[in-house]
């Protein structure tokens, strides 16, 4: 059974910094495009960055210049460098792996909270 496991969530002060995880057991990591989503209370689910299996990156206009998605294909990890923290930013963070191909497969994680408050 495939997991999707975030973790590092937490609280942090405004203009502070927090490092997400999110391990994927599936079995050709290398093949997915893994992305953060976020949901703040009362809000919808958005999609705050996404790398693809061949590296392509894309960020949410909110989150440019302050956070940075990267992966370890080798640790089937993909992380989120979070800066420059905003009481905005204050949500639950999900992760997805997602793979089109002759199946579709698609995984998402239990979620982490972050909160950004002083």
């Known amino acids: 059974q495939v997991q999707v496991v975030e973790s590092g969530g937490g609280l942090v002060q405004p203009g502070g910094s927090l490092r997400l995880s999110c391990a994927a057991s599936?079995?050709?990591?290398?093949?997915?495009?893994m992305a953060w989503y976020r949901q703040a209370p009362g809000k919808q689910r958005e999609l705050v960055t996404i790398i693809t299996s061949g590296g392509r990156i894309n960020y949410l206009d909110a989150v440019k210049g302050r956070f940075t998605i990267s992966r370890d294909n080798v640790k089937k990890t993909v992380y989120l460098q979070m800066a420059s923290l905003k009481p905005e930013d204050t949500a639950v963070y999900y992760c997805?792996?997602?793979?089109?191909?002759?199946?579709?497969?698609?995984?998402w994680g239990q979620g982490t909270q972050v909160t950004v408050s002083s």
């Open positions: 997805n792996a997602n793979f089109v191909g002759l199946a579709h497969r698609n995984y």
């Open positions: 599936v079995r050709d990591f290398s093949v997915y495009d």
